[in-house]
């Protein structure tokens, strides 16, 4: 049974304009006949000064330029770091666009301060040293990782303690290099969790999952990979593709994705794991600096296709330094500016993200 897509309310800019948020429905269970198949720079504008103040406490996880020995969030030759801006458009790129909607605008599902009592995001907590793993019970167990979760105290739940949305909780653990991400996750109140789903991913490797499992993610991907990080921005640079979701998808999934949450047959719906870029024809250099740092890693290293949601909605961390007027102007790009490629020239394996260089 699919899981509904769920939509939150976003404030953006410093005039606090609302509009409807569009985090789909995560792992979504799918009809199983989902099926995977072959692919055929300036630092942060200051934070705004309107926001309001946040009470989460979430470490960021590593930015770009990550010193040697430390974590890294997946290996350079990840195909999350592929360098897409060269490769050839898409045969059904025209179709892919137009069903995700060309005349839809692009829209920060992210920024400052709070709404509804929760960050504005998908907060990343960092797991401390020696933090013991909780018991976590899931609703699709066959797909998830079952293992000790080490959640501490007071992680941080997307949407906020009380939210009724998708609750991703995600668990950055530098000290093991893991990714612990959990989808509709709830304490008991007395340690341990319940979930829909949850997946474990060692980020110095290039594992992807079984074919067919989900993840907290419905693409089967980890979504600390495709997150827009403060501190990256900030420092200039987004050096990974970008998590984006859509109103509709294909039952079918597309190398990296392994999961399918659909099951519509439509050609013209896009499958998971689809990579889309933002033109190179597409003038950025007027955008604000948040949003131009964004805007250049949509064009060099482009989004994917993780999960049901609002259309062009790009996913990130949320943080009080996040400029909201700025990443309200990614608005000003629209669907119509972005092409899908085809990827396929990067596969090493089906069953790995390590991707050849271009």
């Not at 630092?43 to 470490?59: L, M, R, Y």
């Not at 974590?71 to 360098?83: A, G, K, L, M, Q």
């Amino acid at each position: 049974m699919m899981k509904r897509a769920s939509f939150r309310a976003a404030v953006i800019g410093a005039v606090l304009t609302v509009v409807a948020a569009g985090c789909g429905g995560s792992p979504a269970k799918p009809v199983e006949t989902a099926a995977g198949a072959s692919p055929s720079a300036a630092g942060g504008d200051p934070a705004s000064p309107a926001a309001s103040p946040s009470a989460s406490s979430q470490a960021t996880a590593p930015a770009e330029g990550t010193p040697a020995g430390a974590c890294p969030i997946f290996p350079s030759d990840n195909v999350w770091h592929s360098v897409v801006a060269g490769l050839p458009v898409h045969g059904q790129s025209g179709a892919y666009v137009s069903s995700i909607g060309a005349a839809k605008t692009v829209h920060a599902d992210f920024g400052a301060g709070l709404w509804e009592g929760g960050p504005i995001g998908i907060p990343v907590t960092t797991v401390p040293a020696g933090q013991a793993g909780a018991s976590v019970r899931f609703e699709y167990a066959s797909e998830s990782d079952k293992v000790p979760y080490p959640i501490p105290s007071g992680a941080a739940i997307e949407g906020g303690p009380q939210s009724d949305g998708d609750r991703h909780v995600i668990l950055f653990d530098p000290a093991a290099c893991r990714s612990y991400e959990l989808y509709a996750a709830y304490p008991n109140g007395d340690g341990s969790w319940r979930a829909g789903s949850g997946a474990v991913f060692d980020l110095r490797g290039n594992a992807l999952r079984p074919a067919g499992w989900t993840s907290a993610d419905a693409a089967g991907l980890s979504i600390l990979a495709g997150l827009v990080r403060y501190d990256e921005v900030a420092a200039g640079r987004i050096d990974h593709a970008i998590r984006v979701t859509a109103p509709r998808t294909r039952s079918a999934y597309v190398w990296p994705a392994r999961h399918a949450a659909s099951s519509a047959t439509d050609a013209a719906l896009p499958p998971m794991g689809l990579r889309l870029r933002l033109k190179s024809s597409v003038d950025i250099s007027r955008l604000p600096a948040q949003a131009r740092v964004i805007a250049e890693a949509m064009q060099r290293y482009g989004v994917i296709l993780a999960d049901n949601g609002s259309a062009w909605y790009i996913s990130g961390a949320p943080d009080d330094r996040w400029n909201n007027d700025a990443l309200h102007a990614l608005g000003a790009l629209k669907g119509s500016d972005f092409e899908a490629v085809d990827t396929s020239g990067l596969m090493v394996s089906p069953d790995s993200a390590s991707a050849r260089r271009p």
